[in-house]
Protein backbone atom coordinates (compact mmCIF):
# COMPACT_ATOMS: atom_id res chain seq x y z
CA UNK A 1 0.00 0.00 0.00
CA UNK A 2 2.80 2.14 0.34
CA UNK A 3 4.28 1.76 -2.80
CA UNK A 4 3.61 3.96 -5.88
CA UNK A 5 1.47 2.43 -8.54
CA UNK A 6 -0.49 3.34 -11.58
CA UNK A 7 -4.54 2.92 -10.65
CA UNK A 8 -5.50 2.60 -14.99
CA UNK A 9 -4.49 -1.09 -15.81
CA UNK A 10 -5.39 -0.72 -19.92
CA UNK A 11 -3.61 2.62 -19.73
CA UNK A 12 -0.66 1.32 -17.38
CA UNK A 13 -0.16 -1.34 -19.78
CA UNK A 14 0.29 0.87 -23.14
CA UNK A 15 2.44 3.40 -21.19
CA UNK A 16 5.23 0.79 -19.91
CA UNK A 17 4.43 -0.89 -23.15
CA UNK A 18 5.56 2.20 -25.32
CA UNK A 19 8.41 2.73 -22.41
CA UNK A 20 9.85 -0.29 -23.18
CA UNK A 21 9.34 -0.14 -26.86
CA UNK A 22 11.41 3.31 -27.23
CA UNK A 23 14.41 1.76 -25.07
CA UNK A 24 15.11 -0.59 -27.77
CA UNK A 25 16.61 -3.28 -25.53
CA UNK A 26 19.51 -5.70 -26.99
CA UNK A 27 19.75 -8.99 -25.17
CA UNK A 28 22.99 -7.63 -23.86
CA UNK A 29 22.32 -4.41 -22.54
CA UNK A 30 22.62 -3.10 -19.00
CA UNK A 31 19.85 -1.33 -17.82
CA UNK A 32 18.94 1.21 -15.15
CA UNK A 33 15.46 2.05 -13.74
CA UNK A 34 15.77 4.67 -11.75
CA UNK A 35 12.40 5.31 -9.37
CA UNK A 36 11.54 1.49 -10.08
CA UNK A 37 8.89 1.75 -7.32
CA UNK A 38 7.44 -1.51 -7.14
CA UNK A 39 9.32 -2.66 -10.28
CA UNK A 40 6.89 -3.02 -12.76
CA UNK A 41 9.13 -1.64 -15.72
CA UNK A 42 12.16 -3.36 -14.49
CA UNK A 43 10.87 -6.73 -14.46
CA UNK A 44 9.18 -6.07 -17.62
CA UNK A 45 12.31 -5.20 -19.38
CA UNK A 46 14.56 -7.91 -17.70
CA UNK A 47 12.45 -10.19 -20.20
CA UNK A 48 14.83 -8.69 -22.80
CA UNK A 49 18.00 -7.31 -21.13
CA UNK A 50 20.91 -9.31 -19.66
CA UNK A 51 20.69 -7.20 -16.28
CA UNK A 52 18.24 -4.60 -14.89
CA UNK A 53 19.20 -2.42 -11.46
CA UNK A 54 16.42 -1.25 -9.87
CA UNK A 55 16.65 1.94 -7.67
CA UNK A 56 14.07 3.27 -5.06
CA UNK A 57 13.81 5.26 -2.05
CA UNK A 58 10.46 3.21 -0.35
CA UNK A 59 11.88 0.90 1.00
CA UNK A 60 8.53 -1.08 0.65
CA UNK A 61 8.19 -0.52 -2.55
CA UNK A 62 11.58 -2.14 -2.86
CA UNK A 63 10.47 -5.96 -1.28
CA UNK A 64 7.77 -5.58 -3.47
CA UNK A 65 9.73 -5.58 -6.49
CA UNK A 66 12.26 -8.28 -4.94
CA UNK A 67 9.01 -10.55 -4.36
CA UNK A 68 7.25 -9.95 -7.95
CA UNK A 69 10.93 -10.50 -9.26
CA UNK A 70 11.23 -13.78 -7.40
CA UNK A 71 7.41 -14.84 -8.12
CA UNK A 72 7.94 -14.31 -11.79
CA UNK A 73 11.29 -16.46 -11.55
CA UNK A 74 13.41 -13.27 -13.21
CA UNK A 75 16.78 -13.72 -11.31
CA UNK A 76 18.55 -11.16 -13.79
CA UNK A 77 17.15 -7.95 -11.85
CA UNK A 78 18.29 -6.42 -8.20
CA UNK A 79 16.64 -3.97 -6.42
CA UNK A 80 18.31 -0.94 -4.35
CA UNK A 81 16.90 0.98 -1.37
CA UNK A 82 18.33 4.68 -1.88
CA UNK A 83 17.69 8.15 -3.35
CA UNK A 84 18.44 7.74 -6.99
CA UNK A 85 20.36 11.24 -6.51
CA UNK A 86 22.44 8.88 -3.57
CA UNK A 87 22.87 5.72 -5.02
CA UNK A 88 23.48 6.44 -8.88
CA UNK A 89 26.29 8.42 -9.20
CA UNK A 90 28.45 6.03 -6.81
CA UNK A 91 27.25 2.87 -8.98
CA UNK A 92 28.56 5.30 -12.59
CA UNK A 93 31.54 6.13 -9.98
CA UNK A 94 32.23 2.52 -9.27
CA UNK A 95 31.70 1.74 -13.23
CA UNK A 96 28.57 0.59 -13.82
CA UNK A 97 27.78 1.60 -17.30
CA UNK A 98 24.11 1.03 -18.44
CA UNK A 99 23.02 0.45 -22.01
CA UNK A 100 19.81 2.41 -21.20
CA UNK A 101 18.87 4.42 -18.48
CA UNK A 102 14.87 4.24 -17.29
CA UNK A 103 13.96 7.62 -15.41
CA UNK A 104 10.33 7.74 -13.86
CA UNK A 105 10.89 10.45 -11.28
CA UNK A 106 7.93 12.05 -9.16
CA UNK A 107 6.74 15.57 -10.40
CA UNK A 108 9.32 17.46 -9.32
CA UNK A 109 11.58 15.73 -11.78
CA UNK A 110 15.21 14.54 -11.62
CA UNK A 111 17.83 16.16 -9.25
CA UNK A 112 20.81 17.95 -10.70
CA UNK A 113 23.28 14.71 -9.56
CA UNK A 114 20.77 12.12 -11.58
CA UNK A 115 21.25 14.30 -14.64
CA UNK A 116 25.16 14.67 -13.85
CA UNK A 117 25.53 10.74 -13.31
CA UNK A 118 23.27 10.45 -16.55
CA UNK A 119 25.62 12.62 -18.49
CA UNK A 120 29.07 10.39 -17.12
CA UNK A 121 27.49 6.74 -17.19
CA UNK A 122 26.80 7.61 -21.23
CA UNK A 123 23.68 5.10 -21.99
CA UNK A 124 22.93 4.77 -25.42
CA UNK A 125 19.43 5.57 -24.76
CA UNK A 126 17.02 7.42 -22.15
CA UNK A 127 13.98 6.88 -21.45
CA UNK A 128 12.44 9.65 -19.17
CA UNK A 129 8.73 8.78 -18.45
CA UNK A 130 6.87 11.97 -16.70
CA UNK A 131 3.35 13.22 -15.38
CA UNK A 132 4.81 16.84 -15.50
CA UNK A 133 6.16 17.90 -18.76
CA UNK A 134 7.39 21.25 -17.65
CA UNK A 135 9.91 19.44 -15.07
CA UNK A 136 10.79 16.61 -17.85
CA UNK A 137 11.50 19.21 -20.65
CA UNK A 138 13.53 20.96 -18.03
CA UNK A 139 15.66 17.45 -17.27
CA UNK A 140 15.68 16.75 -20.98
CA UNK A 141 17.03 20.33 -21.98
CA UNK A 142 19.95 19.73 -19.48
CA UNK A 143 20.51 16.15 -20.66
CA UNK A 144 20.34 17.59 -24.51
CA UNK A 145 23.13 20.08 -23.30
CA UNK A 146 25.55 17.26 -22.17
CA UNK A 147 25.38 15.52 -25.57
CA UNK A 148 22.18 13.70 -25.95
CA UNK A 149 19.21 14.27 -28.85
CA UNK A 150 15.61 14.23 -28.23
CA UNK A 151 14.38 11.81 -30.58
CA UNK A 152 10.86 11.14 -29.54
CA UNK A 153 7.85 11.50 -26.77
CA UNK A 154 4.33 10.00 -26.58
CA UNK A 155 1.67 11.51 -24.37
CA UNK A 156 -0.50 8.48 -22.86
CA UNK A 157 -3.87 9.78 -21.60
CA UNK A 158 -4.41 8.10 -18.16
CA UNK A 159 -7.56 10.19 -16.70
CA UNK A 160 -9.50 10.60 -19.80
CA UNK A 161 -10.99 14.46 -19.53
CA UNK A 162 -8.42 15.27 -17.23
CA UNK A 163 -5.61 17.98 -17.98
CA UNK A 164 -2.68 15.96 -17.40
CA UNK A 165 -0.65 12.87 -19.16
CA UNK A 166 2.50 10.80 -18.56
CA UNK A 167 4.60 11.62 -21.32
CA UNK A 168 7.21 9.00 -22.49
CA UNK A 169 10.44 10.78 -24.26
CA UNK A 170 13.57 8.76 -25.50
CA UNK A 171 16.82 10.56 -25.93
CA UNK A 172 20.01 9.07 -27.97
CA UNK A 173 23.21 9.59 -27.02
CA UNK A 174 24.59 11.70 -30.29
CA UNK A 175 26.56 9.07 -32.29
CA UNK A 176 24.22 5.95 -31.20
CA UNK A 177 21.75 4.48 -33.23
Same mark, same amino acid.
Given at each position: PLSFFQVNPP?????????????? =?? *? /?? @??? &???????? #??????????????????PQAVEAAKRNAEAGGITNAEFHTAAVE?????????? =?? *? /?? @??? &???????? #?????AVLKARPRRVVYVSCHVPTQARDIKLLCEGGYRFEACQPVDMFCWA?????VAVLTRNGCD
Open positions: QTERLYQCAIDLAR =LK *P /DD @IVV &DAYAGAGT #IALCMARTAKKVVGIEIVDLLPVLVKDG =LR *P /DV @IML &DPPRKGVE #IQVVEGGVEN
